[in-house]
């Protein structure tokens, strides 16, 4: 079935350290791609997204692009800071003649250190 | 910027007794659902309403929970009787299509003694 595999947790970084957290999908058809963050305590906010092939998606300095070919959303960060200490959630949207309910990964960690 | 709303935010109860919890959606969403998060399972799909009719709850133990959304402003969880195996933080996101991702609650964190 369609799912959404996430690179496993917790990732530490120093601040001001290049970030990847990497993210790939299956689905029937070509469903949007979405990374959630949540803050302890919080619930999950929309950090970015890409509705088709080749789009990329940017919000904070994160950057994430739809890549068809090896089905992947891979986030990135050129330079992190502590305040970026979060979990982070890969997603897929629901597809026309696939699940019509989105999919999340199951979050990765990350940890900035001053 | 536009809110779904959850309450109630914390709720300590003990096993066997009813617990309620209430989402109000953002105004115009046509998506609700209902999603449990624990450290071992993490994000798993409750419940999910589309026009406020319900699509798939096939993830929801049936025997104790029920998800309704008696108008469009409101959604409900239900969880009668509680266990133990409950503890968790209950979100509630809502939403417009496929292409525009979803807004979350804070959450219900709820704790069964």
């Known amino acids: 079935g369609d799912s959404v595999t996430q690179m496993e947790g917790p990732v530490t970084l120093s601040e001001e350290a290049f970030l990847t957290i990497n993210c790939t999908y299956t689905?029937?058809?070509?469903?949007?791609l979405f990374w959630y963050v949540q803050y302890p305590g919080e619930g999950l906010q929309l950090l970015l997204k890409a509705t088709k092939a080749d789009d990329k998606g940017s919000n904070k300095g994160f950057e994430a692009t739809y890549r068809k070919e090896t089905t992947s959303f891979h986030l990135e960060k050129g330079s992190v800071q502590v305040s970026d200490s979060a979990v982070y959630f890969c997603a897929r949207g629901p597809t026309s003649g696939g699940s019509y309910i989105p999919t999340f990964g199951r979050g990765t960690s990350l940890i900035v250190h001053p | 910027d536009a809110r779904v709303t959850q309450t109630p935010r914390d709720k300590v109860t003990e096993m066997g007794q009813e617990v309620t919890m209430r989402c109000q959606p953002i105004l115009g969403h046509n998506t609700v659902f209902w999603y449990r998060q624990t450290m071992m399972q993490g994000l798993e799909l409750l419940a999910y309403?589309?026009?406020?009719?319900?699509?798939?709850d096939s993830g929801m133990p049936k025997d104790r929970f029920s998800a309704e959304m008696p108008d469009a402003t409101l959604a409900t969880l239900k969880i009668q009787p509680s266990e133990p195996r409950d503890s968790a933080v209950y979100f509630c996101?809502?939403?417009?299509?496929?292409?525009?991702?979803?807004?979350f609650g804070s959450g219900t964190r709820l704790t069964v003694v």
């Open positions: 309403f589309r026009n406020r009719a319900p699509l798939d």
């Open positions: 689905a029937t058809g070509y469903p949007s």
């Open positions: 996101a809502s939403g417009f299509g496929t292409n525009y991702g979803y807004t």
